[in-house]
């Protein structure tokens, strides 16, 4: 995915902040997908571990899954009038997810069944679905400047249990992908990984 650029007009520095790891994070997954064939994009290296590719499209699957969500909030705060820069305010266990989810892997967190990775065909596709599924969250993420991240609030598509304010639910996305990045990067390390 090329450099995106940091729109001039953001207010609110949280966004500023979210733009530029998100940005940061898609030019580690080009760099560490740059060179490989489909062989070493798809090779497991052990039954029950993802590969590069599956870290990937599950990525892509969980930024589908949170857009209509995201954009609902937005929609609704809109028009409620929830608007302007609010004081950061994460829950404590929601403090928690996102130390447990944080890269280096603390313990294996069970991904729900609608949020695993397709079968996957070749590394031209997920890498492209990818680019799109994250250019989207990007778009996202500057549509929600002018909303107060903390006041607003929505329902995570993975359980109706959990429920998120804006900023929260970006804070989870990134740090899930750092997670799948570290994870990607621990499959390109492992021993028998196909050479390129």
């Known amino acids: 995915m090329p450099a995106a650029v940091m729109p001039a007009e953001i207010e609110n520095p949280e966004i500023t902040q979210d733009l530029a790891e998100l940005d940061a994070?898609?030019?580690e997954?080009?760099?560490l997908v740059a060179g490989?064939?489909?062989e070493g994009f798809c090779w497991r290296p052990e039954p029950g571990r993802w590969s590069i590719g599956e870290c990937m499209d599950h990525l892509s699957v969980t930024a589908a899954l949170y857009e209509p969500v995201l954009e609902e909030c937005m929609r609704e705060?809109?028009?409620a009038g929830r608007t302007g820069i609010g004081k950061p305010r994460r829950g404590i266990l929601n403090r928690l997810f996102l130390w447990l989810m944080a890269p280096p892997v603390r313990g294996k967190v069970k991904a729900p069944g609608s949020f695993l990775p397709a079968a996957i065909a070749s590394k031209q596709e997920v890498c492209s679905r990818f680019s799109d599924r994250h250019g989207r969250l990007r778009r996202s993420m500057i549509e929600a400047d002018g909303l107060d991240l903390w006041r607003n609030r929505l329902v995570s598509p993975a359980s109706n249990l959990i429920r998120l304010s804006l900023g929260e639910?970006?804070?989870l996305l990134l740090t899930h992908m750092r997670r799948h990045l570290w994870q990607a990067r621990q499959v390109r390390q492992a021993?028998?990984?196909p050479a390129s």
Request: hydrophobic content about 50%; cysteine-free; aromatic content about 16%.
């Open 169 to 171: 639910a970006f804070a």
């Open 191 to 193: 021993p028998g990984f």
């Open 25 to 27: 994070v898609l030019t």
């Open 29 to 31: 997954f080009d760099e």
């Open 77 to 79: 705060g809109r028009a």
């Open 36 to 38: 490989l064939e489909d």
